[in-house]
């Protein structure tokens, strides 16, 4: 064998001793070509950019940015803040007039309760004010963990769980458990926070049309269609309802026994935003499953502001353990922020203590919201958007004249007018280029314990005349 | 190879360090092994950064060292968390088959045939790992974060997965962990009584927005402190720290702008930077090169597949990294923002009221020009005892917000009282109550941290990040040495903060100690000698190099004294 293979190799060398040269250089040539194939690049970068040193200078040198932002006219409407001195309370004093108010979220008057006060004064001289740190590192207090527990004793819901600003609270809740891949069904009224978490989660997002429950079970079945043809992707894209109890931007409500039967029959998840109907809705005021007696269980996340009817700040987020226990490691807002200031915490307690034993209030904030809601039909001009029982109406011009920035004038001359005469309002106040729905621009009227009905007639009598002497 | 970490000759003639080190470090500068003191400087050590080379820019020594891990260290880690793994992986199938009792909360039966909400693996980690140190956080406080705290007694009987509080406390824990940098978490003094007096006043809600009617006359007060502090034109404070970032870097940024964030930025940022729409390229941290590397190619090549130019460029850079302990090299950002013509978002939450000689943060410690930083983002929870965050800049900047910030139209605007503790905490910081007492706590507590610096390496353990920063990693590495860390510290009375993965590198696990102005030399040592006890006991000490340090760290450099006018 071994001889065999030698003797090959002696008749190749002795082959190419005989070869002629014309041969052995066409050979070498051709060698030569198969190492250029093999070592140049067989295409050429169209955009290669051989830019040299001194051109890219040039272009560094020529490129000029944009301003930082741009320039803000001086009388933009919303530059010049008012000023409240003093206490934000029933009796509010707006750039310097002592007016009655009828435009913070104060629904239960628990802003400036003595007892809220007193309470948040105690643990103020025991905690001091801030956290120095969040929940993970020494900033979880032991009324941090009151406050929990009685929120979900309260909401009788088996876990709850506090953000330290209402904003971030749904903000950080929707990603921590939708993530890129996952659907979304949401609410075109939905709120900001709730369009800002679900862009921080990525998801695939439907917009179903305000309360409109054909409409949500249309893009469900398509999404029905959908998940036949790709069964394997429908088996691990979670779906979710994202909706809010009162909806802030129109006054109603969620019809959330329709949702819950669309929830069994589409196995989709329901989040429920309360921060306006937690506190307002229901015998005891645990909000909008209490006001249709649906059981709390069938609702996956409930999440409220505590900066509303509680009068303090912060937010939570209830439900099973099941599901809220995860956001205590994905919530970002939980996780990466500061813990809420443990005397807002106490406070926020004093104020369940107070809905808890008086739940009478919560009767008496219903009644003043149908008052209102009475006193303001029939002003020319403007219609009353909102349901009977919602504290936080709008007023909306019931002819637009076409230019938003021309009603938003109207409005505020209607403001004004009320304002000299001791009437605080404000209007809805919106990121115009940035809500996915703008809303019509309105008069925002909050129904507070404290108004009296002689203060309400007063209210609407003067919004009355202020929109027939500016809607002439 | 040689290289030198970003050093100046204070004046031109004072002497500095230059730091040798082996081999570039993970993010392309020193991980400086050890730092030895030379009388003369030469420029050709100083040579290697692109434009460290003007070591110029700096006005006082700048170290920062982040040791090589240790070989032998990282192979055991590994190990480590691949015998973990494995363990977690027979755990489950006990728990599958119910060998193992579960303790995990379960779905509904009623939702048994939904999509699951969490993928299996998604918890795996949290399961199997967090779960067997859980302990180590989330301890209950029951007393003001201050330098001593009380701890509310946990006990778990069934291995962390639920804890009962007995009602006992344990007293007088030496707190090494929260932000308290100047030991404003108190419950007394002046700031507790003008936070009491707003809460009577006032109560603690405000109930509306900014741009409704939640804008306080105390609001406007802060803003005009915080801006005169500063030394900007105008500022605006919000409600939350995190939303700070998160809900304005949108309305600064947007399509067809570039942001540029350290790789080691916030969450805030990372989110804010998201939400805002713009596309994002992450340099290396702390690394110059990479920046310009980063900024040059988006100058030149342009958007992608459009190559149409940048509307803007955004640099976005925090003060101190909370996780490494290290400052930013904010002169050379700020030379090439200015060469680049790109604007400067620094975050400011953990070095404003931290560094500095008067305590104005990162760039009252380089002795910089604030308005060469064109957004200067901070927080109040920290140096402040308070909660909140705020934005400092040209008027324009501030308008703008005013107008466009997301938190300005929706979010409920800043409780009364917590305003006013961050109005007096200022005043208090910028001497305008009458007193020193806020010049010596930012002179304690640079003394403090480079004494507690000091000490950790003199012992041997590995620390992370800048001399001046008073924010200390000590490596710990293995993921067992976590729980056994913080359990062994609390046992001598002393309470830490442990950081493992995902907020840390998977092999880098680490303590973090946050000195505070509040600290006494005494609970410094009490605490330094449990440290290095613990330290013997777990294997910690990782350094080599601590006997090349000793014998020449003799000069304090973090006394302000010197380069005061």
New interface residues.
């Given amino acids: 064998m071994a001889s065999g293979q030698q003797w090959v190799l002696v008749e190749m060398v002795q082959a190419f001793y005989e070869a002629p040269a014309y041969h052995l250089i066409l050979e070498g040539i051709l060698i030569l070509w198969i190492i250029r194939l093999l070592f140049s690049k067989t295409y050429k970068l169209q955009e290669r950019s051989d830019l040299t040193e001194k051109e890219k200078e040039e272009l560094i040198e020529e490129w000029q940015p944009e301003a930082l932002v741009p320039p803000v006219s001086k009388d933009h409407p919303s530059l010049n803040y008012n000023i409240v001195s003093g206490p934000p309370s029933h009796k509010i004093i707006v750039n310097g007039k002592e007016c009655i108010n009828f435009a913070s979220f104060n629904f239960l008057g628990l802003l400036d309760n003595e007892r809220v006060k007193k309470q948040a004064l105690l643990s103020l001289k025991k905690y001091g004010v801030g956290t120095c740190g969040p929940r993970g590192f020494y900033g979880t207090f032991d009324v941090h963990l009151e406050l929990e527990d009685r929120l979900a004793k309260f909401m009788r819901t088996e876990e709850a769980i506090i953000y330290s600003y209402g904003f971030a609270t749904i903000a950080s809740a929707i990603p921590a458990y939708s993530k890129r891949g996952d659907m979304v069904f949401v609410d075109e009224a939905a709120c900001f926070s709730i369009q800002k978490g679900l862009q921080a989660s990525r998801s695939l997002i439907k917009y179903f049309k305000h309360n409109d429950m054909e409409d949500l079970e249309r893009l469900l079945k398509e999404q029905e269609v959908e998940d036949q043809k790709n069964p394997r992707k429908a088996r691990v894209t979670r779906r979710f309802i994202v909706v809010e109890g009162l909806y802030v931007n129109t006054g109603d409500i969620c019809p959330l026994p329709d949702l819950l039967k669309l929830k069994y029959k589409y196995k989709v998840r329901i989040f429920l935003e309360e921060s306006l109907s937690f506190g307002v809705l229901g015998d005891h005021g645990r909000g909008v499953t209490e006001h249709f007696g649906v059981n709390i269980d069938d609702i996956d996340l409930i999440s409220a502001n505590m900066e509303n009817s509680l009068a303090s700040v912060g937010g939570f987020c209830c439900g099973r353990s099941f599901v809220i226990d995860h956001q205590r490691l994905s919530g970002q807002g939980y996780c990466f922020s500061a813990s809420l200031p443990p005397m807002l915490a106490a406070a926020a307690i004093e104020a369940l203590d107070i809905m808890e034993e008086d739940p009478e209030i919560f009767t008496i904030l219903r009644e003043k919201c149908k008052h209102v809601h009475k006193a303001l039909q029939g002003i020319p001009g403007l219609k009353v958007v909102g349901e009977p029982f919602t504290p936080a109406i709008h007023l909306q011009l019931e002819r637009s004249s076409g230019s938003r920035d021309h009603d938003v004038k109207t409005l505020k001359s209607i403001v004004d007018y009320c304002m000299d005469r001791q009437i605080a309002l404000t209007q809805a106040r919106y990121l115009d280029k940035e809500e996915k729905f703008l809303p019509p621009p309105s008069i925002r009227v909050v129904v507070t314990v404290e108004q009296t009905e002689e203060e309400i007639d007063r209210a609407a009598a003067s919004i009355r005349v202020a929109a027939t002497a500016v809607l002439k | 190879m040689t290289e030198s970490s970003a050093n100046k000759p204070a004046n031109g003639d004072a002497c500095h360090r230059a730091s040798g080190a082996k081999k570039p470090g993970r993010n392309g500068y020193v991980k400086s092994p050890h730092l030895i003191q030379q009388k003369h400087c030469h420029a050709k050590e100083r040579s290697h950064h692109v434009i460290t080379c003007n070591g110029g820019l700096y006005s006082r020594p700048f170290d920062e060292s982040f040791e090589e891990t240790p070989m032998l260290v990282a192979v055991l880690t590994y190990m480590g968390y691949g015998i973990l793994t494995l363990f977690g992986y027979l755990r489950d199938f006990l728990r599958e088959w119910k060998i193992e009792k579960c303790h995990i909360?379960?779905?509904?039966e009623?939702?048994r045939?939904?999509?699951?909400?969490?993928?299996d693996f998604e918890n795996f980690y949290?399961r199997n790992l967090?779960m067997r140190i859980r302990d180590s956080?989330?301890?209950?406080?029951?007393?003001?974060?201050?330098a001593r705290?009380d701890l509310?007694e946990r006990l778990s009987h069934d291995y962390n997965w639920t804890f009962q509080?007995m009602g006992k406390v344990i007293k007088d824990v030496i707190?090494m962990?929260?932000?308290?940098y100047l030991g404003?978490?108190?419950?007394s003094g002046a700031?507790?009584e003008a936070?009491?007096e707003a809460?009577?006043?006032?109560?603690?809600?405000?109930?509306?927005?900014?741009?409704?009617?939640?804008?306080?006359?105390k609001h406007?007060e802060l803003e005009k402190l915080v801006a005169r502090f500063l030394g900007v034109e105008a500022t605006m404070a919000f409600?939350?720290?995190?939303?700070t970032n998160?809900?304005n870097i949108?309305?600064?940024a947007g399509k067809g702008c570039l942001i540029l964030s350290d790789e080691l930025n916030?969450?805030?940022l990372v989110?804010g930077a998201?939400?805002s729409g713009s596309t994002i390229r992450v340099f290396k941290h702390n690394n110059m090169q990479s920046l310009e590397k980063l900024l040059?190619d988006a100058?030149?090549?342009g958007q992608p597949r459009t190559h149409r130019?940048?509307?803007?460029?955004l640099i976005v850079v925090e003060g101190i990294y909370s996780m490494e302990g290290s400052i930013v090299r904010l002169p050379e950002v700020i030379a090439l923002k200015k060469k680049?013509?790109?604007?400067l978002y620094l975050d400011e939450a953990h070095s404003i009221g931290a560094l500095g000689p008067h305590g104005r943060g990162v760039i009252d410690y380089f002795g910089l020009d604030p308005r060469d930083v064109?957004?200067l983002m901070g927080?109040?929870?920290?140096s402040?005892?308070?909660?909140g965050g705020y934005i400092g800049g040209k008027k324009?900047?501030i308008?703008?917000?005013?107008?466009?910030s997301?938190?300005?139209?929706?979010?409920?605007s800043?409780?009364?009282?917590?305003v006013e503790?961050i109005i007096t905490s200022m005043k208090c910081i910028m001497g305008e109550d009458g007193t020193t007492v806020g010049q010596e706590r930012i002179q304690r507590l640079a003394d403090n941290t480079t004494y507690f610096r000091r000490k950790l390496r003199e012992m041997g353990f590995i620390i992370y990040g800048n001399n001046d920063s008073p924010v200390v990693p000590v490596m710990l590495y293995m993921p067992a040495k976590i729980g056994a860390f913080s359990r062994e510290m609390l046992k001598r009375n002393i309470?830490v903060?442990v950081v493992g993965f995902p907020a840390t590198p998977i092999i880098e696990s680490r303590a973090r100690f946050c000195v505070s102005a509040a600290h006494t030399r005494d609970m410094l040592d009490v605490a330094l000698s449990a440290i290095s006890e613990v330290g013997d006991l777990l294997q910690l000490k990782y350094s080599r190099h601590r006997a090349l340090l000793t014998a020449d760290w003799s000069s304090d450099d973090t006394s302000y004294d010197g380069i005061e006018n």
């Avoid at chain 2, 404003?184 to 419950?187: G, R, S, V």
């Avoid at chain 2, 800043?414 to 917590?418: A, H, L, Q, T, W």
């Fill in positions: 909360a379960r779905e509904r009623e939702q045939d939904f999509v699951p909400l969490y993928q949290t967090y956080w989330n301890r209950p406080i029951c007393s003001v974060p201050g705290m509310v509080h707190n962990g929260s932000y308290n404003f978490a108190e419950n700031c507790l936070a009491a809460t009577a006043e006032y109560g603690v809600g405000v109930s509306s927005t900014r741009q409704e009617l939640g804008n306080l006359d406007e409600g939350m720290g995190f939303a998160s809900m949108p309305a600064l916030h969450a805030s989110l998201r939400l040059r100058i030149v090549h130019p940048w509307k803007k460029i680049y013509k790109a604007y064109d957004i927080t109040f929870t920290k402040f005892g308070a909660a324009e900047l308008d703008y917000l005013r107008t466009h997301h938190s300005a139209v929706y979010a409920t800043m409780s009364p009282p917590v503790q309470g903060v």
